[in-house]
């Protein structure tokens, strides 16, 4: 029998734990949780879910470290590093700063916030308890910026890597590839091959732990479904189509258009040797969990260099994040509708700065951007409670960011290896 592509599996599994989250979700009823031999089905659905999130994540700290540390030391001199570190960080910012404008403008033109002119505030159910919304977001404040900065240079490298801190694990990997190339043959030839050689076994271990793929998707959608259901709440659904349209506007026209002009590439050959990677991201809701399958799929299926792929793609993990800098503006500008703040072009302008900035150093897990909007809705005066309404469509929409976060990822590591005169396999 042929064996079914891994990406089929996977979107499979996506489709059948819809079903049977869903099949779980409307026999729960206040008396009775269904499961199986007295263990309710999320219990089930959580362990498989948390074991496969788990064996992702348990690469991510040897995986970031060698890769960076072979991709800087390969590109040898400081002035290729900087080159291709400037050229990073450029597309990163225009492609963030595009997302965010692409938000705004749909938001202004949909005006989900808004019913009939009037604000809809009063109809928005606060699905969390104002407790549960304090606990995540307490003390947030637009000083919680600088501190994105400030995290970038930790003071203890080994308590980054526990706390999955992957700026200060970065900013020290760069350090530490660059300083390698700066000793004698005799002591950077055995560093460059260690790190090599972990960086293959981290790449190998990938392989493995995406066969297990299928059954940990099911998992983590199955116990997604079960626990939301498909219902909505109506005030809520237009924001939510208006955020899913522009997210398509940002991935389906604007990247690809960056792709063909400026990356001279086929845009939609990218797109499918990335899918694996986008139904990873969409079943994790992670960037972070994602990072490894990325990093497969750039240089095994898109064909970009490890010099270039490891070191854009971590970077990107974490400081690029296009679907949730869209997300963070969208959120702020339909809560903003929603209570009938004056949207000025100060408050606008505000917006767009901070989901800008707090990108940056959101978290590349599920839910993290609620931290980035609460940093938001606090400078531009609104209660943070009010983030309490996102939560009923939060899970879907992160599915849907993080997908978008990982495509943005993928495209730039695409265009910036062309740039640097690489062939790849998807070349016009
Ligand atoms: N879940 C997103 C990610 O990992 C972050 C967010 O927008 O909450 O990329």
Redesign the pocket.
């Not at 809701?285 to 972070?288: D, K, L, N, R």
């Not at 590349?364 to 951007?369: E, F, L, Q, R, T």
């Given at each position: 029998m042929r064996k079914i592509a891994l990406h089929w599996q996977i979107l499979i599994a996506i489709i059948l734990a819809a079903a049977v989250g869903y099949a779980v979700n409307l026999a729960t009823t206040d008396d009775v949780t269904p499961g199986i031999l007295g263990v309710e089905y999320t219990v089930i659905f959580t362990f498989i879910g948390d074991l496969f999130l788990n064996a992702l994540k348990m690469i991510i700290v040897p995986l970031i470290t060698s890769s960076i540390i072979v991709g800087v030391a390969g590109i040898g001199s400081g002035g290729h590093l900087g080159s291709l570190g400037g050229k990073t960080l450029l597309f990163y910012a225009a492609t963030t700063l595009a997302a965010i404008l692409i938000g705004l403008l749909v938001m202004n033109a949909v005006k989900p916030g808004l019913i009939d002119g009037e604000p809809i505030g009063h109809m928005l159910s606060f699905e969390a308890s104002a407790a549960d919304v304090a606990a995540r977001v307490e003390g947030k404040g637009v000083g919680d910026v600088a501190k994105i900065f400030l995290r970038m240079v930790p003071e203890n490298i080994v308590h980054a890597a526990a706390e999955g801190q992957m700026l200060g694990m970065i900013f020290f990997a760069i350090l530490f590839g660059f300083f390698m190339t700066r000793l004698d043959h005799d002591y950077s030839e055995p560093l460059y091959k260690f790190w090599n050689g972990v960086f293959h076994v981290m790449m190998k271990m990938t392989n493995w732990i995406m066969l297990f793929a299928p059954i940990g998707v099911f998992a983590l959608v199955a116990n997604v479904i079960a626990e939301t259901g498909f219902d909505a709440a109506p005030s809520l659904f237009l924001f939510a189509l208006a955020v899913l349209f522009a997210l398509a506007l940002h991935a389906f026209v604007l990247l690809p258009v960056l792709l063909r002009l400026v990356g001279r590439v086929r845009p939609f050959a990218v797109l499918n040797r990335a899918k694996q990677a986008m139904l990873m991201a969409f079943s994790t809701?992670?960037?972070?969990a994602t990072l490894p399958v990325t990093m497969e799929c750039a240089e095994e299926k898109i064909g970009i260099s490890n010099k270039v792929s490891s070191f854009v793609l971590p970077l990107g993990a974490t400081v690029n994040?296009n679907?949730?800098a869209l997300?963070e503006c969208a959120a702020a500008i339909f809560l903003a509708q929603a209570y009938g703040l004056d949207l000025t072009f100060g408050v606008q302008f505000a917006i767009v700065t901070i989901a800008l900035m707090t990108s940056i150093g959101?978290a590349?897990?599920?839910?993290?951007?609620l931290v980035a909007i609460a940093i938001i809705l606090a400078a531009i005066g609104l209660p943070v409670e009010a983030i309490g309404a996102l939560m009923v469509f939060d899970r879907i929409l992160?599915m849907a960011?993080?997908s978008v976060?990982i495509w943005g990822d993928t495209c730039c590591a695409t265009i910036i290896a062309r740039l640097d005169g690489e062939e790849t396999k998807v070349a016009l």
């Open positions: 809701a992670s960037s972070s994040m679907g949730t997300y959101v590349g897990v599920p839910s993290a951007s992160d960011r993080t976060n």
